[in-house]
């Protein structure tokens, strides 16, 4: 079972998405170029951003893909942004047909919606939120204008002075792991892959199975994962 991950950013999502495989698929193994495919591996490589992931990173990636004739699954992971998650996939859809790409074998392309981005999804995680009055007044101000422990974080808007819901779904998150002497950066989320950090994610959606849809989207498909393996061992 051979994955590749094409996935949007630069920095977290290529340091966060490893590290969730590592607990959610310990049998894969990363590998550094497309090529070196053998058995139960994965690639990821960043996109470069929105739009640069359609318009070019998309193209190379299938021939990566073709070229190889290992893969199982081409996967690839975006956010949603200012759009809907049927908007986004729409838009992944109309790249692969305007560019005429096709996968060949039995490779099958799997989009992974971030909705509205990564942090959004990481502010799921109840155990790091606040029991008592923080001591941040910023914070107890996102708050009270929507409490994503009690509410689903993909369903939060962006507050006032903030452009994107990306951007202040960042700030709500740095600012709440912070009350915990969390520091979470894009370039350096380490405490956001760690195992007990997804077990709370995961956690989440266990008790609350209608909030984060496209998290529980990418848990499905690792599920998926793991009974294709376990069926061939």
Sequence with gaps: MNLYFLVEGRSAERKLYPMWLHHLLPTLSQIPVPAAANRNNYFLISGGGYPHLLDRQLSASYADVNDSGAYDYLVVCLDVDEVSPEER??????????????????????????????????????????????????????????????????????????????????????????????????????????????????DRTEKEPRHLQTFQDFLVFCQRVRQRIASVQ
């Design 89 to 202: 996939k729409d838009e992944v859809i109309s790249a692969i047909a305007k560019q005429k790409l096709y996968l060949l074998g039995t490779c099958e392309l799997v989009v992974i919606l971030q909705n509205r981005c990564l942090e959004t999804w990481l502010l799921a995680n109840r155990s790091v939120y606040p029991r008592q009055k923080p001591e941040s007044e910023e914070l107890q101000e996102y708050i009270n204008y929507y409490n994503v422990f009690r509410d689903d974080p993909e369903k939060m808007g962006h507050y006032a002075g903030f452009s994107t819901h990306a951007q202040f779904h960042e700030a709500y998150l740095k600012i709440m792991l912070r009350e915990k002497n969390i520091r979470y950066t894009k370039q350096n989320p380490k405490d956001a892959g760690e195992k007990h950090y997804l077990e709370a994610m995961i």
